[in-house]
């Protein structure tokens, strides 16, 4: 799909950032198998559990200051609920439990399951709410499809990872609930801000992503990942089409084919909305996008070699742009064609690059991607790992000072558990 002019502007960047030599290169990776190992048993695994386990109320706290002490008790927020049970389950699924045992992860995941379905779900109407009291009393409950997702990927991993016949259920129902209330057979993809009964949020009320009738590529990004889990767990060929749908929307919809990279705010009807910072790249979701496409072609069984193109140019404006040579680590957002002006290290964004550049490494074993590799993750290695207290900090700041906190209610253990979990993947694969 892409133009030829992709290749001619774009595909010559991708050495740019590379001008200072590196050090000599081995031809194994295998090194960095025992560097990640250690982030995920010894920093990673140890902070989350049990620390985020709610014993008293149930579902996970998540709110830790930069030090990883408990910043009192806070509300539960769909996404990240979710994104533990997603965490504890997929740890099971690739037997990286350590330090605890693969019962104990199994119980987590099942503690946040109950919380997830005793409380945030909506009992009357269907659905999960957006955010509830530390007891599970409903605080927001608005239904968006951002959070949704998240609750479909979760409930799919734990299908597969714990052989769960409950947590399958549970996805089978909500797939099916989305499918009446939010597809959008018109134009394609899904509608994506609810009140709790279902109705359309008014135009004039916010939406907890933002105004309540835009689609988002960020929101569409992330029910393309757990609809390829959900595919994989259930096998139901309406799960297949959608996720085409899906796939088809992430590579195409998305992408501004005059520079190669996506935008993220659409009207219903796909309608590109570039005023002001809607015109912004993210680097992140991006790149991102490139991996969870490769994911997404395999779990519905078609070739991704007509993508391979787009991923090439997608990889080379970011690197353009995005990527900060010296402190080597993707800033976090740019103005189009433009150098990146939000220039902070983002935890998440680091953690999807990982992944991205090793897969399109072992996709076309260009240096390039490698070195983006190896070079980010000695960054987050020796900057955004707190080897002292646990986890990643939230973020590097321009001038390299760790910022924000260890949990919050939009910071869980998925992105960088994930990106450990899928780069040792990676790395171990013959």
């Not at 290169?25 to 920093?43: G, H, V």
């Not at 008790?73 to 439990?97: D, L």
């Not at 018109?186 to 689609?215: H, I």
Request: charge should be positive; charged fraction near 25%; hydrophobic fraction near 40%.
């Amino acid at each position: 799909m892409a133009h030829a002019h992709y290749r001619r502007t774009f595909l010559g960047a991708l050495a740019a950032p590379f001008a200072q030599p590196l050090p000599a290169q081995s031809n194994s990776l295998d090194a960095y198998i025992p560097r990640l190992e250690k982030a995920l048993y010894e920093n990673a695994n140890p902070f989350w559990y049990p620390r985020c386990l709610d014993r008293e109320q149930g579902g996970y706290m998540i709110n830790h200051n930069a030090q990883g002490l408990p910043n009192g008790r806070s509300t539960k927020m769909i996404v990240t609920q979710a994104r533990m049970v997603w965490y504890f389950s997929r740890m099971v699924r690739a037997g990286m439990t350590k330090p605890a045992t693969k019962a104990q992860f199994t119980g987590a995941a099942e503690h946040g399951l109950r919380f997830l379905r005793s409380k945030m779900w909506d009992q009357k109407h269907g659905g999960y709410y957006w955010e509830v009291e530390r007891d599970g009393t409903p605080r927001r409950d608005q239904k968006h499809l951002y959070g949704q997702s998240f609750a479909l990927y979760a409930l799919s991993e734990m299908a597969i990872a714990l052989r769960s016949r409950e947590a399958l259920a549970a996805a089978t129902e909500l797939f099916h609930l989305l499918e009446k209330r939010s597809h959008d057979a018109q134009n394609g993809g899904y509608v994506e801000c609810f009140e709790a009964d279902w109705s359309e949020t008014p135009e004039a009320k916010p939406g907890p992503m933002g105004p309540s009738r835009l689609k988002l590529m960020n929101t569409h990004l992330h029910l393309m990942e757990a609809m390829t889990t959900f595919y994989q767990a259930s096998m139901l060929p309406m799960a297949r089409e959608r996720l085409l749908e899906l796939m088809t929307i992430e590579s195409n919809t998305v992408v501004r084919k005059d520079i190669a990279a996506c935008a993220d705010k659409y009207t219903r009807d796909w309608k590109r909305l570039t005023e002001g910072d809607y015109a912004r790249v993210s680097y992140g979701h991006d790149l991102e996008n490139v991996w969870l496409l490769m994911e997404a072609a395999k779990a519905a069984g078609v070739s991704d070699a007509p993508l391979h193109d787009l991923y090439k140019v997608n990889w080379a404006y970011c690197l353009k742009h995005g990527w900060d040579a010296a402190q080597g680590a993707f800033c976090d957002s740019g103005l189009p064609g433009q150098a990146a002006d939000r220039r902070q290290k983002v935890w998440w964004v680091q953690a999807e690059v990982l992944v991205s550049a090793l897969k399109m490494y072992r996709l076309t074993g260009e240096k390039q991607y490698r070195e983006v590799f190896e070079r980010t993750w000695s960054f987050v290695e020796s900057m955004l790992i707190d080897w002292k207290t646990g986890e990643w900090h939230s973020e590097i700041t321009a001038d390299g000072q760790p910022r924000g906190e260890k949990a919050q209610m939009w910071k869980a253990g998925y992105h960088n558990g994930r990106a450990l979990v899928e780069c040792l993947a990676e790395l171990r694969r013959a």
